[in-house]
């Protein structure tokens, strides 16, 4: 079978190619991709090269597709499977194997390591290390696009398991969020500020008595209050308030008052800004956790902590980067149960968008961009549909159906565009 994708061969070297995938063999399985959603991880990557811990450094004559946060449809079981999944199966893929001593002697993961299997194509093989590392997960859901995005999800799911608190009394970390406590999310309304938010709402088993969202963008701040508004966030039983920083002086101790001058207990800060960060360490609350959610790119990136607080306040901080198979799975099953992804998507785009997106990642403005492989389509913001849509069929569907949904993306877009792509 022939399968069309971008495959990065050396440092911004990214190309668009058709070439013949091999037979699968009886541990591997084969299976079509419907749509990628690229991340800024796969724009270091592709900076990186073969410099990038995750990609091969024969790269250059064997060329790895890109993009790790995928779903599709299964195609064909090798043998060795078939008592676990079949022909017609919804999947996503958890990129990060568990173990460090992968096949291609890396720390291997899809979308960085293998010839032929990644998100960014139109058919790929998994290999049988997938499988047997249980990465590979069954989505039982509505759409494509919810498993696409599980991965994203994972992350602040697993920044959220992350988190401790000491026992009173004792040494004994408790891990988890507060249940009932403060939680403030710092430039918190970006793609993954989102998907914070979306989650503390949705969960079931805890969640914050207070959340205190804040940015500098008064833009996103307004986009984020549209998704989730306070209003909303009362009926999930959260105290929800976002707030622009921009201008304001004394940042923390205004955010400290809105706990009555308690602090928060739980604190993420989403931007790898050293002023964000002593900033979150200002407003803890006693036994309060920072998590430090945000990559840097400078491997010499530091901030000021205070460690009086450290000692006498039992403050401390955790930095969590990506999820395990089981925030996966606790996205996935969040979505099949009705939590909706769509908010964090801000623009849609065919295989042909990927090398200029990825390469260009940090520059754009909005949140994720979603690519539907099978399609030929610029990358296009969704808000622009409308316009598009004056003489062109195609656009004015999908503008009409995005308002039926207040300007989201939605399982019936996707059904329209896919007839499009004709997948």
Not at 1 to 16: C, H, N, S, Y
Not at 20 to 48: F, G, N, T, W
Not at 282 to 302: R, V
Request: charged share 20%; aromatic share 8%.
């Amino acid at each position: 079978m022939k399968t069309k994708a971008v495959r990065l061969q050396g440092k911004k070297d990214l190309r668009i190619e058709e070439f013949e995938l091999p037979s699968i063999k009886d541990d591997e399985i084969l299976a079509r991709v419907v749509c990628d959603s690229l991340c800024m991880s796969s724009y270091k990557a592709s900076m990186q090269g073969a410099d990038h811990k995750r990609v091969p450094d024969n790269v250059a004559d064997k060329p790895v597709i890109i993009g790790h946060e995928f779903a599709g449809e299964i195609l064909e079981v090798g043998a060795k499977w078939k008592d676990q999944f079949k022909s017609g199966d919804k999947f996503a893929i958890q990129p990060a194997l568990n173990y460090e001593d992968g096949p291609v002697g890396i720390l291997s993961a899809p979308g960085y390591s293998y010839q032929y299997l990644g998100g960014d194509a139109t058919y790929v093989i998994v290999p049988a290390e997938v499988m047997e590392q249980d990465c590979l997960l069954v989505y039982n859901g509505p759409g494509y696009y919810p498993a696409s995005m599980a991965e994203p999800f994972s992350c602040v799911i697993g920044a959220m398991h992350a988190n401790y608190h000491i026992k009173p009394g004792t040494y004994v970390h408790e891990m988890e969020i507060v249940d009932g406590g403060n939680m403030a999310i710092l430039a918190g309304v970006g793609p993954m500020g989102l998907a914070a938010i979306n989650y503390v709402l949705h969960r079931k088993d805890r969640k914050p008595g207070l959340m205190v969202v804040t940015d500098i963008d008064q833009e996103r701040l307004d986009r984020a209050a549209y998704l989730f508004s306070p209003e909303y966030a009362k009926s999930k039983g959260v105290i929800l308030q976002y707030l622009n920083t921009s201008g304001k002086d004394d940042v923390a101790t205004y955010l400290k008052n809105l706990t009555g001058g308690k602090g928060y207990n739980d604190v993420f800060v989403l931007a790898p800004v050293s002023q964000v960060i002593e900033q979150a360490d200002n407003i803890l609350a006693f036994d309060g956790c920072l998590n430090f959610f945000a990559g840097p790119a400078d491997p010499e990136f530091s901030a000021s902590l205070n460690f009086y607080n450290v000692h006498y306040a039992f403050t401390h901080i955790v930095g969590t980067s990506g999820g395990n198979t089981d925030d996966i799975r606790e996205a996935l099953e969040m979505m099949e149960k009705g939590m909706d992804p769509s908010g964090l998507i801000t623009h849609i785009g065919g295989l042909n968008a990927v090398p200029e997106t990825t390469l260009n990642l940090p520059h754009l403005p909005g949140g994720k961009k979603l690519i539907y492989t099978h399609l030929d389509m610029p990358l296009t913001a969704i808000a622009d549909f409308r316009k598009l849509g004056n003489g062109d069929s195609f656009f004015n569907d999908l503008a009409e159906i995005c308002d039926r949904h207040n300007g989201l993306w939605s399982v019936e877009a996707e059904e329209r565009l896919l007839i499009q792509g004709s997948i």
